[in-house]
């Protein structure tokens, strides 16, 4: 959070990050945070005193709050985007085996960065903050960088690019790139982006 874009933002006023540490809510001398689950099974639950005080520490009224978990809806451009309009964004990251089911009551939305299980929910809050942030109006460079990328249009994947030098071990940049005739390089850029589109959709 603190190199690239991220640095940036901060720098430049328009994001500000906080990490609340459940560990500050927990019961106990060890500030306990989790316990074991009833009915039995492998692993520790996120118990509800805790999260719930750190959310409720936390929220505003112009807050929205996100629990990060494999069983909430996909995480996507789209929801990048909506996200980065929102003044206060709260994810609550999971770790040990999930959270006590009575936490998502204070939750406004669930999602999920993919099918797969991670140790806890620390990489899918960087992954969503990153995904985010880029789209806060300022923030990346070029006037037109964002709307050209992929999945800017909710499923297109970017046409392919190239650099000097012209030529690296034997293959050459498309000769229409060197051309300087912006019109057919549009033309070209959009035909790629859709073969490329294509091309995903059969794996």
Aim: net charge negative; hydrophobic share 35%.
């Amino acid at each position: 959070m603190k190199e690239s874009m991220m640095w940036k933002a901060q720098k430049d006023g328009l994001l500000e990050l906080e990490l609340v540490d459940l560990r500050e809510f927990g019961s106990g001398p060890r500030k306990t945070v989790d316990d074991t689950p009833y009915g039995g099974g492998d692993g520790m639950l996120l118990k509800p005193e805790p999260v719930v005080a750190a959310i409720e520490a936390t929220r505003s009224d112009d807050s929205k709050v996100v629990v990060l978990t494999p069983g909430g809806k996909p995480f996507v451009q789209s929801e990048a985007e909506r996200f980065s309009s929102i003044n206060h964004l709260i994810l609550v990251a999971g770790r040990y085996e999930g959270f006590d089911e009575r936490i998502m009551d204070y939750a406004d939305e669930q999602v999920s960065i993919g099918n797969y299980v991670l140790t806890g929910g620390e990489l899918p809050a960087m992954s969503i903050i990153d995904a985010t942030v880029r789209l806060i109006p300022g923030v990346l460079g070029g006037e037109n960088s964002a709307a050209e990328e992929s999945f800017s249009d909710g499923e297109s994947i970017e046409y392919p690019q190239y650099t000097r030098p012209p030529e690296f071990r034997g293959v050459r940049v498309p000769d229409i790139l060197l051309t300087g005739d912006h019109g057919a390089i549009a033309r070209w850029r959009k035909e790629q982006s859709e073969s490329k589109t294509q091309q995903r959709k059969k794996l």
